[in-house]
């Protein structure tokens, strides 16, 4: 080990591991460190029910992943990632057993909502199409750490995103496209009327046109080990049951790149208050089961897609995310759901299904939401209850134990509402440096934000090496 490392990570999830990458891809020295005894953070899989049942405990559908430019540029096909593709990205049944769709296909998403809202809707992602590399670069490289390649499509992205999802719904006269549109804006956990949430609700929509919402071959876990045999080749090492506590039981560096939460960041550097105004948003309630059969939904293309919404009207969604950002565990929750096993056999035995379902609960609530999902996905597949063998349960205070980052359960790492959204963990130009200048953070506390796609850690990379380049 040289006596003075360039830089070193502490968090081995997705964000860090990219930030490793990207610096050791530039030649520069790096180790990271990981307080549990596997990497991962939330792209990881694991036997959570029976033998031979392989559940992702957090992300499972990767619809940024797959169009990620900082994934697109690693060769990580060559380590084992391949993308799996249902044959429907989402669908969102109703309870008359049809379904609004989120189709590769512009014209099939679009004939879904019906006459009245398809024309409105084609004509809504149509200065988008074909522009997805483009646009994802810009958009997801905000702030200042890349010049926009389009800054015309970027700045009509802005003029159709900023505004709250509320606003971009009034576009369309029927439920169907405005309930689909609600439900997309909520994988943040962001109520609907918040500062640029109609750009949350976009973005997932022309991802699934551009590149579809894929899983990855054999669970999430794939998408981490292929980062570190990815680092380990270019040189950089991965310590894993190492917690840090405090900055001096480091190597001695050049630089430090936290993936963790920025109050930990800040406890572990001592900075003090710095991000004593960073808000953790609300939770929730996840359920992993092992399945005897494909969930038995009434409408036809909630059987194809690898993602199925739960919670038709856009009332129900508003009013769940309301109740939950508001501390009430709502009765009647809005549902998001995975199925890895129409796409993947080698997720469960021969005949069987992996499930993945959860709802929004407040931040640290200690309750059991079971009764209530379970209600919630029999109204739209009767008999679900009959098909299930196992399941395990993670409410907030499990998810915190899973993942530090996850404080008081938020697994978006931070409120994804009001200006928190765009500009996370602080009100800066730099969001990834912090008062010592050494030491950065790259979690999705940072832009562009939760998911499982690497920019925060790439974003935070070119932090990095430009104070390495200046320091000599």
Not at 143 to 163: E, K, S
Not at 190 to 204: D, K, M, Q, S
Not at 406 to 413: N, S, T
């Given at each position: 080990m040289p006596s003075m490392l360039d830089a070193v990570v502490v968090g081995a999830g997705p964000n860090g591991?990219?930030?490793?990458?990207?610096?050791?891809?530039?030649?520069?020295?790096?180790?990271?460190?990981?307080?549990?005894?596997?990497?991962?953070?939330?792209?990881?899989?694991?036997?959570l029910t029976l033998p031979g049942f392989r559940h992702d405990p957090c992300s499972a559908v990767h619809p940024l992943g797959a169009g990620s430019p900082a994934f697109n540029a690693m060769p990580?096909?060559?380590?084992?990632?391949?993308?799996?593709?249902?044959?429907?990205?989402?669908?969102?049944?109703?309870?008359?057993?049809?379904?609004?769709?989120?189709s590769r296909s512009v014209a099939e998403t679009a004939a879904s909502f019906g006459s009245r809202d398809a024309g409105t809707y084609r004509r809504l992602v149509a200065p988008y199409l074909g522009k997805?590399?483009?646009?994802?670069?810009?958009?997801?490289?905000?702030?200042?750490?890349?010049?926009?390649?389009?800054?015309?499509?970027?700045?009509?992205?802005?003029?159709?995103?900023?505004?709250?999802s509320t606003w971009l719904m009034r576009r369309f006269r029927?439920?169907?496209?405005?309930?689909?549109?609600?439900?997309?804006?909520?994988?943040?956990?962001?109520?609907?009327?918040?500062?640029?949430?109609?750009?949350?609700?976009?973005?997932?929509?022309l991802a699934a046109h551009a590149g579809g919402w894929p899983m990855a071959r054999g669970g999430s876990q794939s998408i981490s080990d292929a980062l570190a045999a990815y680092l380990r080749d270019l040189g950089g090492t991965i310590h894993t049951g190492f917690e840090v506590k405090r900055l001096d039981e480091l190597p001695p560096a050049r630089s430090y790149v936290f993936d963790t939460s920025p109050t930990a960041l800040a406890r572990i550097a001592g900075l003090g208050r710095a991000y004593e105004n960073y808000r953790y948003g609300a939770s929730v309630f996840k359920i992993d089961y092992a399945l005897d059969g494909a969930v038995p939904w009434t409408a036809e293309e909630a059987r194809r897609a690898g993602t199925v919404q739960v919670g038709p009207s856009t009332g129900e969604i508003d009013t769940a995310l309301r109740q939950a950002s508001g501390g009430t565990a709502p009765e009647t929750p809005f549902l998001i759901t995975a199925q890895?096993?129409?796409?993947?056999?080698?997720?469960?035995?021969?005949?069987?299904?992996?499930?993945?379902?959860?709802?929004?609960?407040?931040?640290?609530?200690?309750?059991?939401?079971?009764?209530?999902i379970?209600?919630?996905?029999?109204?739209?597949?009767?008999?679900?209850?009959?098909?299930?063998?196992?399941?395990?349960?993670?409410?907030?205070?499990?998810l915190a134990a899973r993942n530090a980052n996850?404080?008081?359960?938020?697994?978006?790492?931070g409120a994804a509402s009001g200006l928190q959204l765009v500009l996370r963990p602080k009100l800066s130009l730099f969001p990834y440096a912090?008062?010592?200048?050494?030491?950065?953070?790259?979690?999705?506390?940072?832009?562009?934000?939760?998911?499982?796609?690497?920019?925060?850690?790439?974003?935070?990379?070119?932090?990095?090496?430009?104070?390495?380049r200046v320091a000599g």
């Open positions: 591991l990219t930030a490793a990458v990207e610096l050791a891809r530039r030649g520069f020295s790096v180790e990271v460190f990981e307080a549990r005894d596997t990497i991962g953070g939330g792209a990881r899989t694991e036997e990580l096909g060559r380590y084992g990632l391949e993308w799996l593709h249902a044959e429907l990205p989402m669908a969102h049944p109703w309870d008359d057993g049809t379904a609004a769709v989120l997805w590399d483009t646009l994802a670069r810009d958009f997801m490289s905000l702030p200042l750490t890349a010049l926009p390649r389009d800054p015309l499509t970027l700045a009509r992205f802005g003029i159709d995103g900023l505004p709250p029927d439920e169907k496209a405005r309930a689909l549109f609600a439900g997309l804006v909520a994988h943040v956990i962001a109520p609907l009327g918040g500062i640029a949430t109609g750009a949350v609700g976009l973005v997932f929509a890895p096993s129409l796409v993947d056999p080698s997720r469960a035995p021969e005949g069987k299904q992996v499930f993945w379902a959860y709802g929004h609960v407040p931040q640290g609530w200690d309750g059991d939401l079971t009764e209530a379970e209600r919630q996905i029999e109204r739209f597949a009767p008999g679900f209850r009959d098909l299930i063998l196992a399941r395990a349960t993670a409410g907030p205070p499990e996850y404080v008081g359960g938020d697994i978006a790492c912090t008062k010592h200048p050494a030491v950065f953070i790259c979690s999705s506390a940072t832009p562009p934000g939760p998911g499982v796609h690497g920019m925060s850690g790439h974003n935070a990379a070119k932090a990095v090496w430009r104070h390495l």
